[in-house]
């Protein structure tokens, strides 16, 4: 059975249909990309499923369990982890105290959850940051301390939602190599939404693609990106035109 | 037992601290046997009360990021519990005070419960409503006195532990101080525990706090519940040192207002600060508003300084003196 069932989600705000009637799922073995142009409603898929917004129709079933109305930290507890978009640094919390806020959720032993935040911190490679204050790191490193956080939850799937934003491309580099490990090692599902395409491709089994909040494709990263709905959702209706004019489609 | 180690666990600190802590304890303990006035004396049991209403406020306005101005409310629970309770049933103050702590967490899940649906602002307005209500019903509820007050009257030959009646002061000073370091190894344990951290991740960003399965409303009620026994148990404490309370001065927005300058001035979020503010204000509320108030004849001018003071501190360095500390300490790194 899947890990993540998602039914018919509907999502409007007033008259703006962020999502419309947007259905997949995720196993608890894959690795699934979510794309789509900017507003295409990624991001309010994610708050959807996460219970940070109520749903307008449709249902998540998450694990076996019907999650749909749950508030967002009682999904948490089941396993469903996030990153956020705009990461904050915390000013008053060392590295390795910020961790331990993540694996706080399973244990009440400070000494348990410093334990699970080393371990976690270390399988990243960056125990080395334990001691220092947020605010001292590197954006890249603040990003791997926002993804031990969540990781220290153990949870059975992670919701990534552009973590690969404002970095180079050598740190996204190392950024793909490291969630590969994630997904292999710990066996975490995960489902990412990115702007950077070629991290998608390059990491998710299965890629979907929403356009103004609906679903336009479901597939292989290869073959999606071929797909005519995809390319016109990304490029415009002239850039299709001009395809099938040099016979590439 | 763990909780017991991480209370005792100074680990964290830094050693300059640790010494300068240890001082003040020599110098706390050692403080009755000095030359001293008995101005003087007052003062230091105001310090540690405040001291103490200051850890206590410091646990939701500087680990949980919410300015309350609600909490001579507790003050008031606390002092009216021990004193009807002394007066009507001759209970003592051992048993009294826990049940003046009782009925004040009880009093804080009632209105916390709607209070934490409220942010910024209009949280710091609706303590202060809460507060003042509070007070107005104690102003006219004859069972405790209304507006006059209650005396507690003199049970039997002092020293008279089960009632806390002492002819001297320092013992009172030195059961306060046992509350005080109670209180502060209590502080520490906190810091290091669960909720703590949590605390310390909502204020951070609440939303992050809530994916990491963290229920903020309930946490915030549970910290305000914990607050609300630190500054209960010195309220009960207050009405056996002041023999009488009345409604005005355990109730008033002006302590509610002094208890958080305390600690926003000595450094909100941190454990030394609502120990460093007390040890400045209280002073200088007692020595300089009172030459300020008689021989200087500025009566008044004190709670002008300490507008002042909440300005400065605002605009300055709103991690208020020990922010300065930690500055210092961040820049010789």
Not at chain 1, 12 to 23: T, Y
Not at chain 1, 114 to 124: N, Q, S
Not at chain 2, 325 to 330: M, P
């Amino acid at each position: 059975m899947a890990l993540l069932q998602v039914n018919n989600v509907t999502k409007r705000f007033g008259g703006l249909v962020a999502n419309h009637e947007v259905s997949f799922q995720v196993d608890q073995d894959e690795v699934v990309g979510l794309i789509g142009p900017n507003g295409a409603g990624k991001t309010t898929l994610f708050n959807c499923i996460a219970g940070f917004y109520p749903l307008t129709s449709g249902n998540v079933v998450f694990d076996g369990e019907n999650i749909t109305g749950l508030s967002d930290f009682q999904v948490a507890r089941l396993g469903l982890a996030r990153t956020f978009q705009i990461f904050q640094a915390s000013g008053d919390l060392k590295v390795v105290e910020n961790v331990m806020v993540g694996s706080f959720m399973r244990t009440s032993s400070r000494g348990g959850a410093r334990e699970v935040a080393l371990e976690v911190m270390d399988f990243l490679g960056i125990v080395d940051t334990a001691g220092e204050m947020m605010t001292e790191l590197p954006v890249a490193a603040q990003k791997r301390v926002a993804l031990a956080t969540a990781l220290a939850s153990d949870p059975k799937l992670l919701l990534l939602d552009e973590v690969g934003a404002g970095l180079n491309p050598s740190e996204i580099d190392g950024l793909i190599e490291l969630l590969q490990r994630v997904h292999g090692e710990r066996g975490v599902a995960l489902l990412l939404t990115e702007h950077v395409l070629e991290m998608v491709m390059k990491l998710s089994h299965r890629v979907i693609v929403l356009e103004s909040g609906r679903k336009i494709a479901e597939g292989e990263p290869a073959t999606v990106v071929k797909d005519p709905e995809v390319v016109r959702a990304y490029l415009g209706d002239h850039y299709v035109k001009r395809q099938k004019e040099n016979g590439d489609a | 037992m763990e909780a017991v180690k991480n209370a005792f666990d100074f680990g964290d600190m830094p050693r300059s601290e640790l010494g300068l802590a240890a001082a003040a304890l020599a110098f706390l303990l050692w403080f009755p046997a000095m030359p001293h006035s008995s101005f003087g004396m007052a003062t230091m049991i105001q310090f540690l009360m405040f001291s103490l209403y200051g850890m206590g406020w410091n646990l939701i306005g500087g680990y949980g990021g919410q300015v309350d101005l609600g909490k001579a409310q507790y003050v008031g629970i606390g002092a009216y519990t021990t004193a009807v309770m002394m007066i009507r049933w001759d209970v003592p103050f051992w048993f009294s005070m826990p049940v003046g702590m009782a009925l004040a967490v009880g009093w804080s899940f009632i209105i916390g419960y709607p209070l934490f649906r409220l942010k910024g602002h209009y949280f710091a307005i609706a303590t202060i409503a809460t507060s003042l209500v509070l007070k107005d019903l104690f102003e006219v509820w004859d069972f405790v006195g209304g507006a006059r007050g209650l005396e507690i009257p003199m049970k039997g030959d002092m020293p008279n532990w089960l009632y806390l009646q002492f002819r001297e002061d320092y013992y009172y000073y030195y059961i306060l101080l046992g509350m005080f370091l109670i209180g502060l190894i209590y502080m520490n344990g906190f810091r290091h525990s669960r909720l703590g951290y949590q605390l310390r991740a909502i204020k951070d960003n609440e939303h992050v706090a809530r994916s990491l399965g963290i229920d903020v409303h309930w946490s915030k009620i549970k910290a305000y519940a914990v607050a609300t026994a630190y500054v209960a148990m010195v309220g009960s404490f207050h009405a056996c040192y002041n023999f009488n309370i009345e409604p005005e001065d355990t109730m008033s927005l002006d302590l509610s207002v002094l208890i958080a300058m305390m600690a926003m001035l000595g450094g909100a979020g941190s454990m030394w600060g609502p120990i460093i503010g007390a040890a400045i204000l209280v002073p200088m509320k007692n020595y300089l508003g009172s030459w300020l108030g008689g021989q200087a004849g500025f009566a008044g001018m004190d709670l002008a300084m300490y507008g002042l003071i909440i300005m400065v501190i605002a605009a300055a360095q709103p991690r208020g003196v020990y922010g300065i500390v930690e500055a210092v300490r961040a820049r010789r790194r």
